[in-house]
């Protein structure tokens, strides 16, 4: 018994129930990724006592809007009738995203390992990868208007391929190897392609965005500049989006007057309107429920597309408050961290 006990220790159950997690999550493999999100939040009370609670001290701004948010989803979720798509709902929303996050930050591991998770991730994303590839395989003739989903929902996969392209730029830059070098740069221009047939005007514009802060962050003033120039071109690709094929989506963003008549403008507006009319509690907790939909002017829609709308919509004001705060928390936290640990890239990623 002793000898199995000096050969399981907490660090070796969170790399074993960490690995697990992550392969099933990106399996999409259904409820079983939250039996090892479960096993790693027990795991993480462990550290949490062990540590006497250090880290939760040092971290009590990003714990206590957490908890805030938490506390008032909870409220929300119990004015409304229990059902099962809601209690589903609730649980990803709460427990297996706030709650996950709030205990992983306990979790450790040591720092050899961390040049393990990268790598890891891009393994498990190959089948993503691939799905998408396949979906232009075969929708081939008609790609001028069809938008690739990757065997899933084309918002959702654009969403998870956006965040690989980030791991892969990121990647180019963090190892110095060229064989590693070469494969990212590979493994990026396949995820920009992927993103591009996707046609989502989220991920369009996010990722110049995205990397002009990323300057920002790493060059300083400097880095001005150069986001300067990545909103220039992002600017410049919605304005002439409608002759440059695949980008013709984004011109329905180009001016006033066409986001106007977009759909999306209208359920943005329906959206609002109904948090005015209940400010204190919205509509009530989403029903995610296609039996259900929102009734909309312009269509019947399972979700305003949009999360902040749509939890005032849907939960007021308070709970959209508290749910920016502790985004806002999260996003100091990732920058305090970064730039303590400047020298050290790899944790621009998992630096909680």
Known sequence: MIKIKEKISLEKLTLIS????????????????????????????????????????ENKGL??????????????????????????????????????LLLGINLEIKEK????????????????????LQDIYLHSSKLSYYRISGKTYTTIYAGEIGIYFFIGLISIFIYKKWYLKLGYTLYTVITLVLVYFTKSRNAMLMIPLTIGVLLIIKY???????FSLVLALAFGLVKYSSHISGFKRLSTISSVEKIKKDARYEIFKEGIQLGLKNPLTG???????????????VEKVSSFHNI?????ATQGILNLLAYIIFIAFIFIKLLKKYFKDRDKKILLLWGY
Do not use: C, Q
């Open 220 to 226: 300083g003033k400097k880095g001005l500049l150069y």
């Open 283 to 297: 509509v009530g907790f989403k029903e995610y429920n296609r039996k259900n939909l929102i009734e909309t002017k």
């Open 308 to 312: 902040y709308i749509e939890t005032f």
């Open 18 to 57: 960490g690995f697990l997690y992550i392969f099933f999550l990106m399996r999409r493999g259904g409820d079983t990724k939250f039996i090892f999100a479960l096993a790693l939040m027990v795991i993480s009370l462990f550290f949490i006592y062990k540590d006497k609670g250090r880290k939760i001290i």
């Open 113 to 132: 390992y961390f040049k393990y998770i990268i790598p890891l991730i891009s393994f498990f994303s190959l089948g993503s990868l691939y799905r998408g």
């Open 63 to 100: 714990y206590i809007s957490g908890l805030l948010y938490f506390s008032l989803l909870t409220w929300s979720f119990s004015l409304n009738e229990i059902t099962l798509d809601r209690i589903t709902s609730y649980l990803g929303m709460g427990l297996y995203s706030v709650i996950f």
